[in-house]
C-alpha cells in the first residue's frame, strides 16, 4: 500500500486532546459525528450538572379485580382497543354509576345513627398529558348515560307537542267561555263557570350536562331533584371559572352540590325565587399535568381558594401511561356495553322519593366499617401527613359508604350493601389514596417540574449551536409549564443552581442590561455520559 493521501494529524489536527475540540475545529458535520459541543465555550470550569429527577411519587397499579363484577369485561375491551391505561376507563366507569345513581338512593353507614346518610354522587378526573386519550375514554364509558338522556329529550319533545296541542285546545275553550260570560254579564243571567284545566307543562328529565352557568344548572336541578352528572373535557376551565372575581356565589354552590343534601335558593327580580331543596351534582373530566400544577400551586396556599374544593376531587387518578403501544383494531365488546348500559338504565328509572330509598351494610360489611372508620379517623389525626393530605382523607368519611353502595347497586343488591361490597370499596380507597399523594406531590414546588421539562429541552439540544439563550426563548416556544415569564424565571433558577446554566448579564449595551443564559457544555455530550 502506498502512503495515505492524508495522515490523521493533518485532519483531526488535536485528535488526541479530544476534551478541548470544538466545532470550530474540525466542522459541523465530524463534530456531529464525533459528539463535540457546537458552540466554542470551554468545557473547563462548568461543573457536571446535576440530574433533575421527576418527582413524582409511585401509585398503585389499577387491578381489574378492583371493578364490580358487572363492569369488568367493558373496561378491560376500551382499556385494550385504546391502549391506555386500565385506569381511564375504569375510573369513568364509576364515575358515571355514581352520576346516574346521585339521590336516587343513599347509604347510612352506622347502623343506629340515622341522622348521618351518605349520598354517593362523586368527582373527580383523570390527569394525563395531552393526546393521551382522556376524553375518548370517557366518552365511552359515558356513552350509555348520554343514550338514557337522549332518549328522554326525545320523548320530551313528544310530550311537549301534545302538551302544546292541548294548551291550544284550552285557548280556544277559555276563549268561547270569555265571549259567554260577556254575554251573559250584559243579559244579568247567569255566568257560566270557568272551564277547568289541569294543563301542566312537561318536564325534561335530565342525567347529564356539560357546559352550563350557575343560574341554569341551579334552574335544571329544581326540576331535577335527583341532580345531574356534569361531564367536562377539560376541568381546567371548570376550577379557573371558579377562582375569577366575582364568582364567589358560584363557588359556594358548586360545594353545596358536593354535599348532595343541602339546599340552595337564588332569588332574583328578574326571574323571582328557584329554590333547589337537594343541590347534588356529581363531576368527571380531564386535565393536564401541568395544568394541574398550576392550579394547586394557588389553591392551597392559605387563602379564600383553600377551602376544601381540591379534596372533593376523591376519585382523581394519575396513572403512568404504559411504556409500549401496539395496534388493536376489533368490534367493541357490545355485551359488555349493552350490560353497562341495563345497569345505568336501572338504576336511572328508580323513582326518587323524599327522603330518598336508604340501604345499610349488612352485619359482616357493617364490622368492617367500624373498623375502618376507625383506622381512618386515627390516620387523619396523625401529624406526619401534610394538610392538603389531611383534609383529603377526611373525606374518605363518605367516599368509602359512596363506593360500597355503587358497587352494591352495579352487582344487583338493593336490599343491603354485602361485605363483598365493603371490601371491593376499601381497597378502592387505597388505590385513590396512593393517587392523591402524587395529586398533591405535583404542587410541592412547581418550579421545579418545570425545570426538568426544560432539562429535557436542553439535553436533546435546544438551542445547542447558539450556546446561549433569553427567557423570552424559552416562553416564547409555549412549552407547557414554560408558557409565562414567571415559570420560565423559576425554571432557569432551579436549572442555575444544578449547574446546567449560567446567568450572564451584559452592563455594557446601552440601557437596561442584557440578560441571557449560557448552556453547559458538558450537557448531552460525551462529558455528560461519563
Known sequence: MG?????????????????????????????????IPSFSAPIDGWPEPEPLADALPEVMQFDLDLMPESFRPLVKDVAERMQ???????????????????????????????????????????????????????SCMTHPARAIESEWRKAHEEEEQVYLTALEEQELVNAAWKDQFKSAAKKNQDRPAKPESNLVPPVLRRLITSDATFESLH?????????????????????????????????AFSLECWNGDAAFTIDRISR??????????????????????AYLADALRDGPSNDGLVQRFQLMVWP??????????????????????????????MN???????LQFDDAGQALIEQWLTDLEQRIRDDGLSL??????????????????LFALADGHTDCVPIS????????????????????????????????????????????????????????????????????????LVLEEYGWIRREIDAQTPGRPSETYRINPRIGGTHARK
Open 84 to 138: 391506555v391505561p386500565l385506569d381511564f376507563p375504569a375510573v369513568s366507569a364509576i364515575a358515571t354509576l355514581a352520576g346516574v345513581t346521585n339521590r336516587r338512593v343513599v347509604i347510612q353507614p352506622k347502623r343506629n345513627d340515622h341522622t348521618w346518610t351518605v349520598v354517593p354522587n362523586l368527582w373527580g378526573g383523570i390527569v394525563a398529558p395531552p393526546g393521551m386519550l382522556k376524553s375518548p375514554s370517557i
Open 352 to 358: 326518587v322519593t323524599d327522603p330518598p330509598c336508604q
Open 421 to 492: 361490597q365493603a371490601r371491593l370499596a376499601c381497597d378502592w380507597c387505597e388505590y385513590l389514596e396512593s393517587h392523591a399523594g402524587r395529586v398533591y406531590s405535583a404542587q410541592t414546588r412547581p418550579e421545579q417540574h418545570a425545570a426538568l421539562a426544560l432539562s429535557k429541552r436542553l439535553a436533546k439540544g435546544w438551542k445547542r449551536e447558539e450556546g446561549i439563550f433569553t427567557v423570552r426563548d424559552v416562553y416564547r416556544s409555549g412549552w407547557t409549564a414554560l408558557d409565562s415569564p414567571e415559570a420560565a424565571r423559576g425554571a432557569l
Open 388 to 405: 392538603p393530605m389531611q383534609a383529603h382523607l377526611a373525606k374518605y368519611r363518605s367516599l368509602m359508604p359512596s363506593l360500597a353502595l
Open 272 to 293: 323571582g325565587s328557584v329554590h333547589v331543596p337537594h343541590a347534588c351534582i356529581s363531576l368527571f373530566g380531564g386535565i393536564q399535568p401541568a395544568r394541574l400544577r
Open 3 to 35: 502512503k495515505p493521501l492524508f495522515e490523521p494529524g493533518d485532519l483531526f489536527p488535536k485528535f488526541d486532546r479530544l476534551a478541548g475540540v470544538t466545532a470550530e475545529d474540525v466542522g459541523p458535520e465530524i463534530a456531529a459525528a464525533l459528539d
Open 219 to 251: 334552574c335544571v336541578l329544581s326540576e331535577n331533584p335527583a341532580g345531574l352528572f356534569v361531564i367536562r373535557d377539560e376541568l381546567t376551565g371548570w376550577l379557573a371559572g371558579l377562582e375569577r372575581q366575582g364568582r364567589e356565589q358560584e363557588r
Open 320 to 349: 403512568d401511561m404504559p411504556p409500549e403501544w401496539q395496534y388493536v383494531d376489533r368490534q367493541p365488546d357490545t355485551d359488555a356495553l349493552n350490560r353497562a348500559e341495563m345497569i345505568y338504565r336501572r338504576i336511572a328509572s
